[in-house]
């Protein structure tokens, strides 16, 4: 079974440009997640999915962070534009669905370096 | 708020010997209990969980834990460690809000296996 895919791996650039990060999760998994993980810390949750809709975003900085999932399937996460603190590893996880049971995988996740 | 707490940093131990990785936890009502491993430039890779039943709970690669609901603790253990054991462990509880299933991780805590 294939696991949960993210591209890019690596991700370097200045200040206020803009970057999009891209999770396919495990085939057939209806929730995804977004982590941010900052170097020395445990991952944070940023947006959440329930197929196609979003069931929590409250930890998601909005005024430069956004995140779709419009087919259920893939997403996109952007920031734009990007600040110094981003600086961070992304995880994308998925689960089969929001049940207390249900396991979370992640996948390689996106290190993002801003100058 | 729901959290969990690894105490250790670091957990140095030799190969052969038995480990023990430490995780307290603070909920109300019912804990569900993850741990997961992370390898350098790698995603989080799921280990074992707890949701109810036994208190020891067998997981992936020879790992265990001992869920301990008087101490409110959920510490992971290996009766013999392997060098390819030094990772970065995470503890997650689940916290349930009307999303219903995201995951709080805490510091991490690096297992270094010495041969």
């Known amino acids: 079974e294939a696991g949960v895919a993210q591209s890019p791996r690596y991700k370097i650039i200045e200040k206020r440009q803009s970057v999009a990060f891209w999770c396919n999760p495990i085939s057939g998994h209806a929730t995804l997640y977004w982590y941010q993980q900052i170097l020395g810390q445990g991952p944070k949750l940023l947006i959440q999915f329930q197929n196609n809709g979003v069931v929590d975003d409250s930890q998601l900085p909005k005024d430069r962070f956004s995140a779709e999932r419009l087919k259920g399937v893939d997403s996109t996460l952007k920031i734009q534009p990007a600040k110094l603190e981003d600086s961070a590893v992304y995880l994308c996880?998925?689960?089969?669905?929001?049940?207390?049971?249900?396991?979370?995988?992640f996948g390689p996740g996106t290190r993002l370096t801003v100058l | 708020a729901q959290s969990v707490a690894q105490p250790e940093d670091q957990v140095n131990v030799a190969e052969g010997n038995p480990l023990t990785v430490k995780c307290t936890y603070s909920v109300s009502g019912n804990p569900y209990l993850f741990w997961y491993v992370q390898y350098p430039n790698r995603g989080l890779q799921f280990l074992l969980k707890y949701i109810t039943g036994d208190n020891l709970v067998k997981g992936s690669y020879g790992f265990e834990a001992e869920f301990n609901k008087s101490q409110t603790s959920f510490h992971l253990k290996k009766p013999s460690a392997l060098v390819s054991d030094s990772a970065l462990y995470f503890c997650a509880v689940r916290v349930f809000n009307n999303a219903g299933n995201m995951l709080t991780f805490g510091g991490g805590t690096r297992l270094m296996v010495k041969p």
């Open positions: 996880a998925s689960s089969l669905d929001r049940a207390r049971t249900d396991t979370q995988y």
